[in-house]
C-alpha cells in the first residue's frame, strides 16, 4: 500500500484535541471534521515521515527478524533490504499467518511498527524491542478498512521510548485488529504509551498467560465509528494504566478481567458520551480491577460494571449513573465478589443502578447517596444469603432526587445514619423483605427528613437502628411512612410524626423513648388478618409518650411486651387487651423495673365490657399496676415471678395462673371465695414462689378457707381470719392478726407465721402440727385454744378464758416470757419455756399429767401447778410464792430437776390410796411439803425462810447425794434454827450442812438442837459439815438419832479446856486451877463428864485426850512427863483442901 492512498495515516494527537471539543451531538459535522482534519494531519505529518526508511516484511513462512532476505523496501517487493533499524518504519502487510523471531537479533529498535494485515505473532526471544522516534504514534494495529490485523507479542518486552506515545488498534474505521499480549510478554516500557482499543474500527486487546500491558491513559471505543474491547485473563496477566481509563468513549467499549487478571488505573470512565456504551466485567476467583481515582459508571451514556464469581474492584468515590443523561448498572454478585471504594453516589444526576447478590459485597468506607440530585434516580438492590453492603458513615436514600433501597432473600446492609427525602425534591424509598433480610443503621434513621420517605419492613426481615427511628413530618401532612408487616425493627427511640402502618411483625424500642406522635391518642394494635401479629417491645428504661390509653388486640391478633427496666404509666387511662369481639391481645410485663400502670386493665373485653380474648403476663420481677383489674370470661392473668398490685379484682369468670410471684392489694380487701377462686382455684392454696400482700396498712379480711403451701403473705395491716387459714408450709406475716371465734389458723409442715412487733389476738383456734411450724414476733394474746406442736416466739399472755395444750407426741417451745392467767395442759406430750413463766393468781393453771416441763427461764407460780397421773418431769427452776400451790396427786410421780423454793404450798397426795411422789434433785427450800405422798430428796433440802420448819405429810427421804442445810440462830426451833417435821417416815442419808446466821454461835460443847422429827426415823447422815463457832475451833457438830429425831449437839475434845482444838499443858494448866469445884463447874473449869463437879473423872478425861488434837484417838498419847509433873504437882497442893471436905461431907452425913 502506497502513502499516496493516505489510509495507514493516524489521527495525531492535535486530530484528537479537536475532536474532543466539538459538539457531541452534531454527528454530520464530526463526519465532515473527521476528513478535514485528517488530510491536514496527513499534511503536517508528511515531510516527518518521508524522513523515516519503510521496510516491508514480505515471507509468510515467517522467519527472523534480522534476516534481510525477510525484509523489502516496498510492499510486495523482493527481499534483500536491511532488516529496519532506528528511524525505520517496520510494516506487516501481508495477508498470512506467520511468526517474527527476534532470537540473534539482540534489543531492537525501530521508529513505529505498522500491523496492516494478517496474523503476525513476535517471538521477542527475551529481547526488547524499541519504539522510537516517531511523530505521536509507536504501533498501529490494524491500518485498512476491510481488512483484520492480528498482532501476538510473546517471551519479551516491546518498550515505548517516548512519552505520550500512541498504541492504537484499528485506526480507521471499518478496519479490525487484535493486539495480543502473551506468554510473558511485556508492552508499555518505561514511559507508557496511550493505549486505544478500537480508535475509529473495531479493536481488541487480550492480555493472557502472564501478559504485562503499562499505558499512560486507556481509551476503548474511542471514536463514534468505533468498538473497542479487551480481555485480560490469568492469574499472572496484568494491565497497568496510569492515568484515566475510558470505555466507551464515543463508540461502545468493552473490557472483560477474568481467570485470576489484574487491572489497575486511574479514574475510570464507562459510557462517557453520547451513543457510547462501556462495560467492563470481573468475573472470577483472583481477578481484579484496582482504581485509584473515581469509578464512573454511565457518566454520559450507558455505563455497566459487573463483578462476579469472586471478582473484586476497589476505587475512591464511585459514580453510577452521573450526568442527568448518563445510565449506569453495576452488578456484584457470587461469593467472594467483592467491591470497596470509598464513597458511592448511585443515581447522582442520571439514572444508576446496583444489584449485590448471591453472596456479593460492597464497601463504602464513607458515605453513600442514592438519588443526589433533583431528577436523579438511585436504586440498590441487595439480594441473597451473604449478600452484603457496608457503607462507614452516612446513608442518604433520596437526597434531593428519587432513592430506592431493596433488601431481601436474606441479604444484609449495614450504614451509619440513614436519611429517606432528604430535601424538600427528595423521595426516599426503602424495602426489607425476607427471612433473614437485614439492614443495621448505626445511628438514627430518619424517614422524610424535609422530602417524602418510605420504609417497608416485611415477611420476616429485620431493620436495626442503635439510635433513634423517627417517621417525620416536615409538612405537617404526614409524608413519612413507615410499613412493618411481619419483619422486625429495633430501634433505641421511636418517634412517630408520620405514618405507621404497622399490622404483622414486631416493633423493638430499645432503652430510649416512644413517642407515639406530635399529640397524645390511644395507642392500638391490631392485626390486619387473623394470621398476623404485630408485637410492640419496649426494652430498658424510657420514655412512653403522647399516648392515653393503650389498646392491644381489638377485631385481630396483637401484642405489646413492656421488659427490663421500661416503666408505663397510663395514670387514669385504660389498658385494654382484646377489648371487641374477636380480638386476641397479648400484654407481657418482663423482667426487673418493668412496670406498666394504669386506672383499669380489662383482660378479654374493655373496661366495662367482655370482647375477645385476652393474656396479660407478668414475669421475672415485672409489676402492673390497676385501681382495677377487669377479667373477663376469656381473659386470663399469668403471674409468673412478677407482681400484680390492685385495689380491687373483678373475676368476671377469667383465670389467674399464679405460677409464682405476687399479688398486692392496695386498700382493705375482704379475701373472699370468688377473690382466691380466681387467685388460686377453688382449692384455694398458695402454693410455693407466690406471695399475696397488702399495702396502705388497712385491715383485710380472711373469710374463706386458705392454705399456704410454700407461698407467703404479708399484710401491712391487720389481717382477719374468719375462716380457716393453714400454713403448710410458707410464711404468713402481718402487722397484727386477728384469729375469730370458730376459726382456725393452722400450722403444719413449715408453716410460719410472723407479725414482727404486731400483735396476735386468738379468740379461736391455734393447731400447731409440726416441730417446723412457728409462731413469731410481738404479742400473742390468747383467749382460746392453742395447741399442737412447733414454735412460738412471741410474748404470750394466756387469758382467763385461754387454754395451751399438749397430748402425747407434741411439743411446744416457746421463746419468749409467757404469763398464764389461764390453763397450760399438758396430757402427755412437752412444753419448753426459754423465757420466764409467770403462772397468774387465782385463774392460772399449769396441769401435767405423763409429760415433760421445761422452764428454761424459771417459773414464778402465783397459781397452781398441778401433776397428776404418770409421770411428769419438770426442769428448771420454780418459785412457788405464797400464793401459788404444787399438787402431785392420783398416783402421779413427779420429778423437779432444778431448784424449788416454796413461798406457797406443795402437796404430794396419798389420797385414794394412789400414793403419789416428788422427786427434787435441785434445791428445796421453803415451806413444807403436804400430803401423805411420799418425797425424796436428791438434791439440797433448805427449811423455811432463814430459819424455818418445813413440814411432810408423808414419807422423806435423802438419796446418798443429797444434803440437808441447817440454819442455828438460837435455840427455839422453826423460828431460830431450821428444822424438819415429817409426819411419817424419814429415811436419812447423803450430808448434813450447818451454818450459824444472825451472829449467833455457841460456846460450849453440849447444846443441843433438835432438827428432823419423824413418826420414824431410819438412817443417818453419811457426814455432818459446818463449825459451830469461827473463834473457838475446837467446838464441832455431832449428830445424834432417837427412833423418831435427829439432834444436832455441839461438841469438844474432853480435856479442851480452851476449846482451840487440842489438848495441851494449857489445858493442864487451866484445869488444875480448877480442880476440886464441886458444884457449878462447866466444861470451862475442867467439868468434862457434865456433872457439875471437877473430879478425878474428869482428870482421867483430860489424860486420855492430852496433846492430842481433836482427830486424834482418846486413848493413843501417854502425856509428857513435863505436863503429867505440873498436873501431878497442882493436883498435890489441891488435895488437902479437898480431902477435907470430904471428911466433911462424911461427918454430917452421919
Known amino acids: 500500500m502506497s502513502r499516496r492512498t493516505g489510509n495507514r495515516i493516524p489521527y495525531p494527537r492535535i486530530v484528537r484535541r479537536l475532536r474532543s471539543n466539538m459538539n457531541n451531538r452534531l454527528h454530520i459535522v464530526r463526519w465532515v471534521g473527521s476528513f478535514v482534519l485528517l488530510a491536514v494531519a496527513w499534511g503536517a505529518a508528511l515531510s516527518e515521515w518521508t524522513r523515516a526508511a519503510e521496510r516491508y516484511w514480505i515471507t509468510t513462512a515467517g522467519g527472523f527478524f534480522y534476516s534481510a532476505s525477510n525484509w523489502s523496501t516496498t510492499s510486495g517487493g523482493a527481499g534483500g533490504a536491511t532488516a529496519p533499524g532506528g528511524s525505520d518504519v517496520a510494516n506487516f502487510t501481508l495477508a498470512g499467518t506467520y511468526e517474527v523471531d527476534f532470537n540473534g537479533a539482540g534489543n531492537v529498535t525501530n521508529q513505529r511498527a505498522e500491523i496492516e494485515n494478517g496474523t503476525v505473532s513476535f517471538n521477542l526471544a527475551n529481547t526488547t524491542y524499541t519504539l522510537s522516534g516517531g511523530p505521536t504514534v509507536a504501533a498501529i494495529v490494524g491500518t485498512v478498512p476491510g481488512q483484520t490485523a492480528r498482532w501476538t507479542l510473546r517471551n519479551g518486552s516491546v518498550a515505548v521510548a517516548d512519552v505520550g506515545d500512541d498504541v492504537i488498534v484499528a485506526s480507521p474505521a471499518g478496519s479490525t485488529a487484535y493486539l495480543t499480549v502473551t506468554d510473558g510478554a511485556n508492552l508499555g516500557g518505561a514511559n507508557p504509551p496511550d493505549v486505544y482499543l478500537g480508535y475509529s474500527g473495531n479493536g481488541t486487546l487480550t492480555v493472557s498467560n502472564g501478559g504485562f500491558v503499562h499505558a499512560n491513559t486507556t481509551a476503548v471505543g474511542y471514536n463514534d465509528l468505533a468498538v473497542g474491547s479487551a480481555a485480560v485473563s490469568g492469574v499472572t496477566s496484568v494491565w497497568n494504566t496510569d492515568g484515566n481509563f475510558t470505555v466507551g468513549n464515543r463508540g461502545p467499549g468493552t473490557v472483560a478481567v477474568n481467570g485470576g487478571g489484574t487491572v489497575t488505573s486511574g479514574s475510570l470512565l464507562l459510557g462517557a458520551n453520547d451513543d457510547a456504551t462501556g462495560t467492563v466485567s470481573v468475573s472470577g476467583a483472583g481477578s481484579t480491577w484496582t482504581s485509584s481515582g473515581t469509578i464512573t459508571v454511565g457518566s454520559f451514556t450507558l455505563g455497566t460494571l459487573s463483578i462476579t464469581n469472586g471478582g473484586a474492584v476497589s476505587n475512591s468515590d464511585s459514580f453510577v449513573g452521573g450526568s442527568s443523561s448518563g445510565r449506569g448498572a453495576v452488578t456484584v454478585s457470587g461469593n467472594d465478589s467483592f467491591w470497596n471504594y470509598q464513597s458511592i453516589h448511585v443515581g447522582q444526576s442520571g439514572r444508576g443502578q446496583m444489584t449485590i447478590s448471591s453472596g456479593g459485597r460492597s464497601t463504602s468506607a464513607t458515605a453513600a447517596v442514592l438519588g443526589l440530585n433533583a431528577g436523579a434516580l438511585g436504586d440498590v438492590g441487595v439480594v441473597g444469603a451473604g449478600s452484603a453492603w457496608t457503607i462507614g458513615t452516612s446513608f442518604t436514600i433520596g437526597a434531593a432526587g428519587t432513592g430506592l433501597l431493596d433488601v431481601t432473600g436474606g441479604a444484609a446492609v449495614t450504614s451509619g445514619p ?68 411481619g419483619g422486625q425493627i429495633d430501634a433505641a427511640s421511636f418517634t412517630r410524626n408520620g405514618a405507621l402502618s404497622f399490622s404483622d411483625g414486631t416493633l423493638t424500642v430499645r432503652g430510649g423513648t416512644f413517642d407515639n406522635g406530635p399529640a397524645a391518642s390511644t395507642l392500638a394494635l391490631d392485626g390486619a388478618t387473623d394470621a398476623d401479629l404485630p408485637t410492640l417491645r419496649l426494652i430498658g428504661a424510657g420514655g412512653f409518650s403522647e399516648v392515653t390509653s393503650v389498646d392491644v388486640g381489638l377485631a385481630h391478633r396483637a401484642a405489646m411486651e413492656v421488659l427490663d427496666g421500661r416503666a408505663i404509666d397510663l395514670g387514669a387511662n385504660s389498658l385494654e387487651i382484646g377489648s371487641a369481639a374477636g380480638g386476641n391481645g397479648s400484654v407481657v410485663v418482663r423482667g426487673a ?156 409442715g413449715a408453716g410460719r407465721l410472723s407479725l414482727p412487733s404486731g400483735l396476735l389476738t386468738n379468740a379461736g383456734t391455734i393447731r400447731l402440727a409440726s416441730d417446723s411450724a412457728a409462731l413469731t414476733g410481738g404479742t400473742l394474746v390468747n383467749g382460746g385454744s392453742i395447741r399442737g406442736s412447733g414454735t412460738v416466739s412471741m410474748l404470750v399472755s394466756n387469758g382467763a378464758s385461754g387454754q395451751i395444750q399438749t397430748v402425747a407426741g407434741d411439743r411446744i417451745e416457746f421463746e419468749s416470757p409467757l404469763h398464764n392467767f389461764g390453763s397450760v395442759n399438758l396430757i402427755g406430750g412437752e412444753m419448753q419455756f426459754n423465757a420466764a413463766v409467770t403462772n397468774g393468781a387465782a385463774t392460772g393453771t399449769i396441769s401435767s399429767r405423763d409429760a415433760i416441763l421445761r422452764f428454761h427461764g424459771g417459773l414464778t407460780n402465783d397459781g397452781s401447778l398441778a401433776v397428776t397421773f404418770g409421770t411428769s418431769d419438770i426442769f428448771g427452776d420454780v418459785a412457788n410464792s405464797a400464793t401459788g400451790r404444787i399438787v402431785v396427786s392420783g398416783g402421779a410421780q413427779a420429778t423437779f430437776y432444778d431448784d424449788v423454793v416454796n413461798g406457797g404450798s406443795i402437796n404430794v397426795s396419798a389420797a385414794g390410796g394412789l400414793q403419789s411422789t416428788a422427786v427434787f434433785f435441785g434445791a428445796l427450800s421453803g415451806n413444807g411439803v403436804f400430803g401423805a405422798g411420799r418425797v425424796f430428796n436428791e438434791g439440797d433440802l433448805r427449811p423455811g425462810f432463814s430459819p424455818g420448819t418445813m413440814s411432810f405429810g408423808g414419807d422423806l427421804s435423802f438419796g446418798p447425794l443429797a444434803e440437808l442445810e441447817i440454819e442455828i440462830g438460837g435455840v427455839v426451833p422453826g423460828t431460830q434454827h431450821d428444822r424438819v417435821a415429817v409426819a411419817s417416815a424419814v429415811f436419812l442419808d447423803g450430808t448434813l450442812d450447818v451454818s450459824t446466821i444472825g451472829g449467833y454461835a455457841p460456846t460450849l460443847p453440849g447444846q443441843s438442837f433438835t432438827i428432823v422429827t419423824a413418826g420414824e426415823r431410819t438412817g443417818e447422815f453419811a457426814a455432818v459439815i459446818g463449825t459451830p463457832s469461827a473463834t473457838l475451833p475446837g467446838l464441832y457438830w455431832t449428830v445424834s438419832y432417837t427412833p423418831t429425831t435427829a439432834v444436832l449437839t455441839t461438841s469438844a475434845l474432853a480435856g479442851d479446856i480452851d476449846l482451840d482444838g487440842d489438848v495441851d499443858r494449857t489445858d493442864a494448866a487451866l484445869f488444875a486451877r480448877h480442880y476440886g469445884t464441886l458444884s457449878g463447874a462447866i466444861w470451862t473449869t475442867g467439868d468434862f463428864d457434865a456433872d457439875g463437879a471437877t473430879t478425878l473423872t474428869d482428870l482421867a478425861l483430860l489424860q486420855s485426850h492430852l496433846n492430842q488434837p481433836r482427830s486424834s484417838p482418846s486413848a493413843a498419847a501417854v502425856p509428857e512427863p513435863s505436863a503429867l509433873l505440873i498436873l501431878l504437882c497442882g493436883l498435890a497442893t489441891s488435895a488437902i483442901p479437898f480431902a477435907r471436905t470430904l471428911r466433911q461431907r462424911s461427918k454430917n452425913a452421919r
Open 418 to 485: 440513614a436519611i429517606l427525602g432528604d430535601v424538600a425534591t427528595g423521595v426516599g424509598t426503602a424495602t426489607v423483605s425476607g427471612e433473614e433480610s437485614q439492614w443495621e443503621v448505626a445511628g438514627d434513621l430518619t424517614i422524610a427528613y424535609r422530602g417524602v420517605g418510605a420504609a417497608t419492613v416485611n415477611d420476616g426481615a429485620r431493620l436495626v437502628v442503635t439510635g433513634g427511628l423517627t417517621i417525620g413530618d416536615p409538612t405537617g401532612s404526614p409524608i413519612g411512612t413507615l410499613t412493618l408487616d
Open 593 to 748: 423495673g418493668a412496670s406498666l400502670a394504669a386506672s383499669v386493665i380489662g383482660v378479654g373485653g374493655s373496661s366495662s365490657s367482655a370482647g375477645g380474648t385476652g393474656t396479660l403476663h407478668v414475669a421475672d420481677g415485672g409489676l402492673v399496676s390497676a385501681v382495677a383489674l377487669r377479667l373477663w370470661p376469656a381473659g386470663s392473668v399469668q403471674l409468673d415471678g412478677g407482681t400484680l398490685v390492685l385495689n380491687s379484682l373483678d373475676a368476671g369468670g377469667g383465670r389467674l395462673d399464679w405460677r409464682d410471684g405476687r399479688v398486692t392489694f392496695s386498700g382493705s380487701p375482704t379475701l373472699d371465695s370468688s377473690v382466691l377462686d380466681a387467685l388460686l382455684g377453688p382449692g384455694h392454696v398458695l402454693g410455693g414462689g407466690r406471695t399475696l400482700s397488702t399495702s396502705g396498712g388497712g385491715s383485710s379480711t380472711l373469710s374463706a378457707p386458705l392454705t399456704i403451701d410454700g407461698g407467703s403473705t404479708s399484710f401491712s395491716g391487720t389481717l382477719y381470719n374468719s375462716s380457716v387459714l393453714t400454713l403448710r408450709d410458707g410464711l404468713v406475716g402481718a402487722a397484727n392478726f386477728e384469729n375469730a371465734a370458730g376459726a382456725m389458723l393452722l400450722l403444719t
